[in-house]
């Protein structure tokens, strides 16, 4: 991929990604699940890092639990406190606006030889399409604006024969995110899966690129004060879908 994208390319998807931050803006309102998350953050600013029993009503569980995105919770409530129902709207846009653009990005690094624009305005707008009912201000639109972000770094490493120094920023992203939701999980197991490709075709440094990889990112995955908690959430919801 050396040529450059056209002009008209780009300003086609700077307007897919003004539709994604238009909506947050125009049609959506705050998911209630939001309001839980900034009670969360108001506990744990309290009480302190670490599993709590939430007091939030009469009818809640007086057993104590992990609450896994705990440095997005906080963060969402410092939003608030700062700039109020504007700025958590305007977080949420740019990060669906975030997403929009980075689905692109990644689309142009599956690209080898004749750039194909048309197609890439297509998927994504069609991943726009897909994504942006499930977009809201909460944990979650984060991790998946961190996970994308990752899922081009990699794109970009394969488009350059897994010569890319920039896939090394993938570890302190996990470490990032592995604080904000159980998601995380999903970049060690996506390393898995290419060790195991580089494997099966006898790729010798690819396997020790991506063993080192899958290593630093688990341990990343692991950095996390809740660890304990987030791991028994993440066998909890293994077996039950609630």
């Known amino acids: 991929?050396?040529?450059?994208?056209?002009?008209?390319?780009?300003?086609?998807?700077?307007?897919?990604?003004?539709?994604?931050?238009?909506?947050?803006?125009?049609?959506?309102?705050?998911?209630?699940?939001?309001f839980w998350h900034l009670r969360v953050a108001a506990q744990l600013e309290h009480d302190g890092i670490g599993p709590i029993v939430d007091h939030l009503s009469f009818a809640s569980s007086k057993e104590p639990w992990t609450p896994y995105s705990w440095l997005a919770e906080l963060?969402?409530?410092?939003?608030?406190?700062?700039?109020g129902y504007r700025a958590a709207v305007a977080t949420q846009a740019a990060m669906q606006a975030g997403i929009v653009l980075l689905?692109?990005?990644?689309?142009?690094?599956?690209?080898?030889?004749?750039?194909?624009?048309?197609?890439?305005?297509?998927?994504?707008?069609?991943?726009?399409?897909?994504?942006?009912?499930?977009l809201s201000f909460r944990p979650v639109t984060a991790a998946l604006l961190i996970l994308v972000f990752c899922t081009c770094l990699i794109l970009r490493d394969r488009r350059l024969n897994e010569?890319?120094?920039?896939?090394?920023?993938?570890?302190?992203?996990?470490?990032?995110?592995?604080?904000?939701?159980?998601?995380?999980?999903?970049?060690?197991?996506?390393?898995v899966a290419m060790f195991l490709g580089a494997w099966y075709e006898c790729s010798q440094p690819s396997m020790k690129r991506y063993a080192a990889l899958t290593f630093a990112t688990t341990i990343a995955f692991l950095a996390t004060p809740m660890l304990p908690g987030l791991l028994r959430t993440l066998f909890f919801y293994s077996r039950k879908d609630q």
């Open 1 to 34: 991929m050396n040529d450059r994208p056209p002009l008209g390319f780009w300003l086609l998807i700077r307007l897919l990604a003004l539709v994604a931050a238009g909506k947050a803006i125009l049609y959506d309102t705050l998911d209630p699940d939001c």
């Open 163 to 191: 010569n890319s120094k920039s896939i090394w920023w993938i570890i302190p992203l996990t470490a990032l995110l592995t604080d904000i939701h159980l998601f995380s999980f999903f970049i060690p197991l996506v390393f």
């Open 103 to 134: 689905f692109a990005l990644s689309c142009l690094q599956l690209q080898a030889g004749q750039p194909r624009y048309l197609s890439t305005i297509l998927a994504t707008a069609a991943g726009e399409y897909l994504a942006l009912p499930y």
């Open 75 to 83: 963060a969402m409530k410092s939003i608030w406190d700062h700039g």
